[in-house]
């Protein structure tokens, strides 16, 4: 269990149980008690996410990490569900360019990926970053050169056990299940979330050769979409057996909350949203969540990433490091659900044994991002309704 990560979703939830930037011109400030910092220790994080990230930072992260560390000052600036994306990449892009200072000198973004895949990014390593020792390889080999994750979350399938005994344990057993007890299953529109995506690429991929999927998570290939045709005409022939004859919510929440009413028996959820629910009690502790396999739904890490063109490159490094910490990442554990990104062997007990029977194995990456806007958009024409 050294290397415990992401799919710590799946068992994690059985036993108790992204995300990303918009409005730049939100802009929050934590003070580090009233202190002032030099301008080479004042470091600006920008969110490329949800107010549930910012609040991580601004509540837990940034205060902690100023007071382990006096005389740096973090800064926190929000791009409510990464809106300006496209914006923000090409103003890092023309940043780095002319040698210029960027705006933020660490983001927290879906969009690292791509920064780091076009050399914007500083590339790190457990020099640069001792703390990465604890975190997979593999992990840190898929966001790049210089994306450092630090987070995790999964799709997982939440079911009543009131009305649901034992839950599918294969796509092919839940398939199965959902033509068996129609009505009693849904998913939220791809396009309006992630949950009802990760069940959607899901079923394409039982069709897509391994070969092919790869290349597909890495890269656009439009021309490999051809495999897709056989999952879309699954999905659409299971209208019937929908919700309502094929009704779709809008949004991961919608569904969740079709859930907790008890309207359905069976849907895909984030672990995050999930988690949180049944701690907060708009989950009843009927529902519980598990993993499929054959293939399991995606899921992955949340990454940062430290500008080339930043100043403050030293400083945003402490920070980073700061992030991989025992104590920041039980802070992450706690106030948002997430998976630590560090081997469970560095967590406290009550962390560790909540993911004691967590399985690493059974995450898939997403697709590549213009290959799931692609996805959406075809979802759109050849499913609901038809």
Not at 156 to 165: G, I, N, P
């Amino acid at each position: 269990m050294t290397n415990r990560f992401l799919a710590a979703a799946a068992v994690a939830v059985v036993a108790a149980t992204a995300v990303t930037g918009c409005a730049q011109s939100s802009t929050a400030t934590a003070q580090n008690n009233g202190a002032s910092a030099s301008p080479d220790k004042t470091i600006t994080v920008f969110i490329s996410g949800d107010t549930n990230v910012q609040n991580l930072w601004e509540k837990s992260l940034v205060p902690a990490f100023q007071k382990a560390n006096p005389g740096y000052n973090v800064k926190v600036t929000l791009d409510l569900h990464g809106e300006h994306d496209s914006q923000t990449l090409a103003k890092l892009t023309s940043a780095t360019e002319q040698n210029k200072e960027p705006d933020f000198d660490l983001v927290d973004g879906g969009f690292v990926s791509k920064a780091s895949a076009a050399n914007l990014l500083t590339s790190v390593s457990s020099q640069t970053i001792p703390a990465l020792n604890d975190v997979p390889q593999d992990v840190i080999k898929a966001g790049g050169t210089g994306g450092i994750p630090y987070r995790g979350s999964a799709v997982l399938l939440a079911y009543d056990t009131k009305t649901v005994a034992t839950p599918p344990k294969t796509l092919d057993d839940l398939l199965a299940w959902i033509k068996a007890n129609p009505g009693k299953f849904t998913y939220n529109s791809p396009k309006s979330g992630g949950s009802g995506g990760a069940f959607v690429a899901t079923v394409l991929d039982k069709f897509v050769p391994a070969d092919a999927r790869a290349k597909m998570t890495v890269g656009y290939e439009k021309d490999l979409e051809k495999y897709w045709d056989q999952g879309f005409a699954t999905l659409k022939d299971l209208n019937s057996s929908v919700f309502q004859s094929g009704v779709y919510p809008n949004g991961n929440q919608q569904t969740l909350d079709l859930l907790a009413k008890g309207q359905i028996s069976m849907a895909p959820v984030w672990s995050d949203q999930f988690i949180t629910g049944l701690t907060n009690g708009q989950i009843p502790s009927s529902v519980k969540a598990t993993q499929i396999s054959n293939p399991s739904f995606t899921g992955g890490a949340a990454y940062l990433g430290i500008p080339k063109s930043s100043p403050r490159q030293e400083a945003a490094l402490k920070l980073a490091n700061f992030v991989l910490s025992p104590d920041a990442q039980t802070m992450i554990i706690k106030e948002m659900s997430g998976f630590p990104a560090i081997s469970l062997d560095k967590l406290p007990a009550d962390v560790k044994d909540k993911f004691k029977d967590a399985d690493t194995n059974n995450l898939r990456k997403g697709y590549f991002d213009q290959m799931g806007k692609d996805l959406n958009n075809l979802w759109d024409q050849k499913v609901p309704g038809q």
